[in-house]
């Protein structure tokens, strides 16, 4: 079935330092990528996303890749500060109609001061 | 101000005493669903929503039931919960139209405890 494969499961940097969680997808149908922060104990909130016509796309400090021959995405995040410290999630859009979305399991980044 | 809220936000209850969880969003957005949250599992889909009327399962249905009589209105309903429901859900909306075609917006969450 659709899948969505994110690695790191935890992750931690020091303060300046850039991060990278990479994430793959099973389904070729798949085009659209959007990636969530998740701070403790709030909702899940869109940080970036990206289309399967465009290959990068930059916001600031957080910029993601996409690679659709290999099925792959990655969320870069540049100059770390300890705000930038939550859990990350990478989504993949589903086969079809029905508009859904596949996460992955989550990355925990710590941002060490 | 464009926003997906909840209802309630915390809630403690025993096994079998049926509950409901509102959400509702005021962005006139078609397609609406639940998810539930576990640790080390991420984000499942319980049921989604095309539209009014229309609702279909999604990957964990098991237990849980939803209607959508109204467009902004989309409540998660279980008829008799049990300690394995025990979670953090989060209703979320999504924009089928446009620029921003597939952005979903999350609800701030219920965290619901089945005893």
């Known amino acids: 079935g659709e899948n969505v494969e994110q690695h790191p499961s935890t992750l931690s940097v020091q303060e300046g330092d850039s991060a990278v969680i990479k994430c793959t997808y099973s389904?070729?149908?798949?085009?659209?990528f959007p990636w969530y922060k998740q701070e403790l104990g709030k909702r899940p909130q869109l940080i970036i996303d990206?289309?399967?016509?465009?290959g990068e796309k930059k916001d600031q400090r957080i910029a993601v890749t996409l690679n659709k021959t290999a099925k792959h995405f990655s969320l870069h995040i540049t100059e770390t500060q300890p705000e930038d410290s939550a859990v990350y999630f990478c989504?993949?859009?589903?086969?079809?109609?029905?508009?859904?979305?596949?996460f992955g399991t989550g990355t925990l980044l710590a941002v060490q001061p | 101000e464009a926003q997906v809220t909840q209802n309630p936000r915390y809630l403690i209850t025993v096994t079998g005493k049926k509950l409901t969880v509102t959400c509702s969003q005021n962005?006139?957005?078609?397609?609406m669903s639940w998810y539930r949250q576990d640790p080390g599992l991420g984000l499942r889909q319980i049921y989604y929503s095309m539209n009014v009327e229309v609702t279909d399962k999604g990957d964990v249905p098991e237990g849980y039931k939803v209607s959508r009589k109204e467009k902004r209105n989309f409540p998660l309903i279980l008829e008799s919960p049990s300690p394995n429901q025990t979670s953090l859900y989060f209703c979320a909306s999504t924009n089928l139209g446009g620029k921003r075609y597939n952005e979903q917006f999350f609800g701030p969450g219920t965290r619901l405890t089945v005893l």
């Open positions: 962005m006139n957005h078609e397609y």
């Open positions: 990206i289309r399967s016509n465009v």
């Open positions: 989504a993949a859009s589903g086969r079809g109609a029905t508009n859904k979305l596949i």
């Open positions: 389904d070729s149908a798949s085009n659209y």
